[in-house]
C-alpha cells in the first residue's frame, strides 16, 4: 500500500522566475492490486504527483509511505512507464525488456526468457530480435510495458503511456494493461488527460484542481471487472464521464 499524507511539492525559485507550487495537501491511498486514475488540468501536477510516489523527485511537505514505512528515493517495489517509450535505441526487443532484469544482476538465460514470455504475452511474437526503429509507436510501448513488468513491480506508475498513439492502438493498449493487470496484479497509478481512459481502466478516479493541484474529488468506479464488452452503453460509464467532464470544464471557469 501506497499512501500520500497532506503531500505538497514546491519548485524553488530558478533563474529569476518565482517559486512554482504544483501540488498541495495531496492524500491518496493506493491500495494492493488497485488501479487509480489521476485526472485533472494541464499544469496541474499530476506527472509531479507521479515522480513523487517513483521517488524521482521529494515532496517538499507532509509524508509520502509505502507500507507504512516513509519512502526513501526509487525502490525494486514501483516501475514506470512513460509517454515516451524511453527506449534503448540501439538494443533489440528482448534486450529492452530484460533491461532493468540485468541492472538486478539477473542472469542471461533466466532474464531473457522472462521477457521472451511477455513479448509474446504482449503480442509481440516475431519482433524479438527487432531494434525500436523498427516498430511502431504502439508496438514500442507494449515494449515498455513487458520492460516494466519484467521486475515483477508491486506497483506500476504510467505517466500518459498511450498518448502518443492513434486512436486504435490506444484501446488496443488498454486492453492488454487491464488483461495483465488481472494476471500479474500489480497496483496501478496512471496519470491521464481523458476522462474515457480514466474510467476505462480505473477502480478510483482521482480529480485535481488547477495548480497547484489538490484533491477535488475521489470517486469510486462502479463498473465491474474484468470490463463488459458493451463498456461504452453502460449506465454507469456514461454517468461518470459526464460527471467528470462538467467538474473540468467548472474548474476552467
Not at 42 to 47: D, E, H, I, L
Not at 96 to 104: I, M, Q, S, Y
Not at 122 to 145: I, N, Y
Request: charged share 25%; with cysteine; aromatic share 4%.
Amino acid at each position: 500500500m501506497i499512501e500520500l499524507r497532506s503531500c505538497g511539492k514546491v519548485y524553488p525559485a530558478h533563474d529569476g522566475r518565482p517559486p512554482v507550487a504544483a501540488l498541495d495537501g495531496i492524500d491518496l491511498v493506493l491500495g494492493d492490486r488497485e488501479v487509480v486514475c489521476v485526472l485533472g488540468p494541464s499544469g496541474c501536477g499530476k506527472t509531479t504527483l507521479l515522480k513523487i510516489v517513483a521517488g524521482l523527485v521529494p515532496q517538499s511537505a507532509g509524508q509520502v509511505l509505502v507500507d507504512g514505512r516513509p519512502l526513501n528515493g526509487p525502490g525494486q517495489d514501483r516501475a514506470m512507464v512513460f509517454q515516451h517509450f524511453a527506449l534503448l535505441p540501439w538494443a533489440d526487443v528482448v534486450t529492452n525488456v530484460a533491461f532493468g532484469l540485468e541492472l538486478r544482476g539477473v542472469g542471461r538465460p533466466e532474464r531473457e526468457g522472462v521477457a521472451v514470455e511477455l513479448v509474446r504475452a504482449l503480442g509481440l511474437s516475431g519482433f524479438e530480435r527487432h531494434m525500436p526503429g523498427q516498430l511502431s509507436g504502439g508496438m514500442q510501448q507494449r515494449v515498455g510495458l513487458a520492460r516494466a513488468l519484467a521486475v515483477e513491480p508491486r506497483t506500476l506508475l504510467m505517466d500518459e503511456p498511450f498518448s502518443a498513439v492513434d486512436a486504435q492502438t490506444r484501446r488496443e493498449l488498454q486492453e492488454d494493461l487491464l488483461r495483465l493487470h488481472a494476471q500479474r496484479g500489480p497496483s496501478v497509478l496512471f496519470v491521464t488527460h481523458s476522462i474515457d481512459e480514466a474510467v476505462r481502466l480505473g477502480d478510483r478516479v482521482v480529480l485535481l484542481t488547477p495548480r497547484p493541484g489538490r484533491v477535488r474529488e475521489i470517486i469510486p468506479v462502479p463498473l465491474p471487472r474484468p470490463r463488459p464488452p458493451d463498456l461504452e452503453r453502460h449506465p454507469a460509464f456514461l454517468d461518470l464521464k459526464e460527471h467528470l467532464w462538467r467538474e473540468l470544464r467548472a474548474m476552467r471557469g
